[in-house]
């Protein structure tokens, strides 16, 4: 149906972002398909290295699920952060990170967990990493008739330390700054790390310079500031009402700053 | 528009309606079954005032499509006392700790404390806050509402401890 019906059509998983969307006639689709009974989109799976969450998932689903707190206990604590009790049950990992909503706490997360996103169409799928999926506000690597289907994780090593840090107004608000971290310790060496920020750009990024410059170095103030300071380097946020371009710019190095020194804590 | 029936069970009853695809629940609730109950705040999905339980979780009906509720199984608070007119421990409990002044929240803080209780029986105050987070209250500053949900869970874990 996607494919025959073109640009006028969009699928509809939880409906927290499409239905508020067309309420302020940002968005005037012809059509909309439901895609609340295919039970496919539902599957949690973990195992053999990865993680496979299917896109219907909610955000509940990501909060209460006992295997993904065990293999990869960031993606809830990201859940937790999003909205409130009852966009939770609705909301969806696929529509979250699917949207290209700069806001969403998801595609960064995504990008920190280095996701990958299979689309699928009636043509066959094809994967797209969380890396390269994000082009602007709304702008993605999807083609119309195409559908974001199943967000493949490589499950993070054994011991890695973990935070997402979001700064935020009050209960149910996007990030002013947020920031995403997994790291692999050796004492306090840093074997590996990996960083990525949300909301202080058109798309969430991933902080590549920062999350090399930690890798092998003795976690300390000196290094971690560097890191952070890179990772606001990459950040280009705009002034609104959750402040000014600099303080939000300065925010995201503290989100930073705060998300290496849990997740160092937190390795083991 | 084209017309879609929906056939739902609202409160335990089987009904059904006519709606334009483009129907929201809470539309369908107050206007097509006059189940006024659930109030329209902010129509945003942000204040909570239009929640109710469907299929088992809480939702902002203002949010939810009518056809997405087909086959579905909703609760307002019209379904919540029982059926000869005692409160619901919840509603009992609200009015014993004065956890309302103009009301207006009141169905939607019911609705969504019902389901807390049933995920969790016996929430620290932490967890109400937490846990009523997606509903606002604009009088009470939330303290009689975290204690009459409170009160309530006590009342509900007596009673079933009894049972």
Redesign the interface.
């Known amino acids: 149906m996607l494919s025959e019906l073109g640009s006028d059509c969009r699928p509809l998983a939880g409906g927290h972002s499409i239905i508020p969307m067309m309420k302020l006639r940002l968005a005037a689709p012809e059509h909309l398909v439901d895609l609340g009974g295919i039970d496919e989109l539902r599957d949690i799976s973990v195992g053999g290295g990865s993680i496979e969450i299917g896109a219907m998932v909610t955000q509940h689903e990501l909060l209460t699920s006992a295997e993904l707190g065990k293999a990869c206990p960031i993606i809830a604590e990201t859940s937790a952060l999003i909205a409130d009790p009852q966009v939770r049950y609705c909301g969806t990992l696929g529509g979250n990170v699917a949207n290209g909503d700069p806001g969403n706490d998801m595609p960064g997360l995504m990008q920190c967990l280095n996701a990958t996103y299979v689309l699928e169409s009636s043509g066959g799928a094809r994967e797209v990493s969380a890396r390269e999926f994000y082009h602007g506000v709304y702008d993605t690597a999807l083609s119309d008739g195409e559908m974001l289907t199943l967000v493949r994780i490589p499950t993070p090593p054994a011991g890695h330390g973990y935070a997402y840090s979001k700064l935020k107004r009050k209960v149910g608000d996007y990030a002013t700054a947020a920031a995403g971290v997994i790291v692999s310790m050796s004492g306090s060496t840093c074997q590996s790390a990996s960083i990525a920020l949300t909301n202080v750009g058109d798309t969430a990024l991933y902080a590549a310079d920062a999350s090399e410059s930690l890798a092998g170095a003795e976690l300390n103030d000196e290094t971690i500031g560097r890191a952070a300071s890179l990772a606001e380097g990459i950040t280009s946020p705009v002034t609104d009402m959750r402040g000014s371009e600099e303080y939000r710019k300065k925010m995201a190095g503290v989100m930073v700053t705060r998300a290496i020194r849990l997740a160092a804590e937190r390795a083991s | 528009m084209a017309k879609t029936k929906v056939s739902l069970t609202v409160n335990g009853n089987e009904v059904e309606a006519e709606v334009d695809s483009r129907t ?1 629940l809470i539309h369908l609730l107050r206007e097509h079954l006059n189940i006024t109950g659930p109030h329209i705040g902010c ?4 204040c ?1 005032a239009c ?1 109710v339980d469907l299929n088992g ?4 009906s203002c ?3 009518a ?2 509720a087909q086959d579905g199984q909703v609760l307002t608070v019209e379904g919540m006392a029982n059926a000869d007119g005692t409160l619901h421990p919840l509603q009992q409990a609200f009015m014993d700790n004065h956890g309302l002044q103009c009301g207006f929240c009141t169905p939607g803080m019911l609705i ?1 404390a019902q389901r ?1 209780l049933q995920e969790n029986p016996n929430p620290t105050e932490d967890e109400i806050r ?2 009523i ?2 509903n606002l209250c604009r009088c009470t500053g939330y303290q009689n509402i975290v204690k009459a949900i409170s009160a309530a869970a006590q009342q509900m874990n007596m009673k079933e401890a009894a049972e």
């Open positions: 929201l129509d945003t999905s942000h909570g929640t979780k809480s939702v902002k949010t939810v499509l056809v997405q969504r807390l937490a846990g987070s997606g």
